[in-house]
């Protein structure tokens, strides 16, 4: 019954590394969404998606890019990872219609030392 | 953008009703109230949104203020493994875009 998969539960990297995550749906929705989690702070979206090789800005995207070249799979890419990108990563998909829910993946938690 | 205000904790005994508060009082009148919860270490779980009715299903009942300025989440017996964080989101209208707060910690206590 799995929605949403994301590659990793635990990464740990080195500054400087360029770092993917990978986010895999397969409810064939259009949309897709990276959230960042930081204690005290909730879930902040770095990036979402509507469709195939479209993207837009979330709240806090600097330090990161996306990719989605199929409609299943989004990415996330840290170009240069530093401490400070240090979080636990969240993929969504909501669904095109707005009543109803989306559905997350199980999270990554990224530890960048 | 609507956004939310919530507690940021509650505790509830084990076997009675939670009620988480939320505040969202700049809500449009096309955006929905949806209800998640997050347990440590888990990607967010949907429990229930509703629009304006009152919605019920096998997890909570969800109760919208006739002003849909606010609205409650009813646990109606808690249990342990109903302890988590519980956010409480209104959809931005014009897109998909899910605006989270900081959500409540509920602790349901033995």
Not at chain 1, 14 to 37: A, I, P, S
Request: hydrophobic share 30%; net charge neutral.
């Amino acid at each position: 019954d799995v929605k949403v998969t994301q590659s990793s539960r635990y990464l740990v990297k080195r500054t400087g590394e360029k770092v993917f995550l990978e986010c895999v749906q397969d409810m064939d929705h259009e949309n897709m969404f990276w959230y960042r989690q930081d204690p005290g702070l909730g879930l902040r979206l770095i990036y979402f998606s509507y469709d195939v090789k479209m993207k837009e800005k979330g709240d806090i995207p600097e330090g990161y890019s996306v990719s989605r070249e199929k409609k299943e799979r989004f990415s996330l890419i840290l170009e240069s990872a530093s401490t400070n990108q240090t979080s636990m990563y969240l993929c969504a998909s909501p669904p095109d219609r707005a009543n109803t829910e989306a559905f997350f993946g199980q999270g990554t938690r990224l530890t960048v030392v | 953008d609507a956004k939310t205000t919530q507690p940021p904790s509650m505790d509830c005994a084990e076997g009675r009703a939670a009620n988480l508060p939320c505040n969202h009082s700049t809500i449009s009148g096309n955006e929905y109230v949806y209800w998640y919860r997050q347990i440590h270490s888990q990607g967010p779980q949907y429990i229930i949104h509703g629009l304006k009715n009152n919605e019920t299903n096998e997890m909570a009942s969800l109760i919208i203020t006739e002003d849909r300025k606010s609205s409650t989440l009813i646990l109606p017996h808690a249990t342990l493994r109903d302890t988590a964080v519980y956010y409480c989101i209104v959809r931005t209208s014009g897109t998909y875009k899910y605006i989270f707060g900081t959500g409540t910690r509920l602790k349901v206590l033995a």
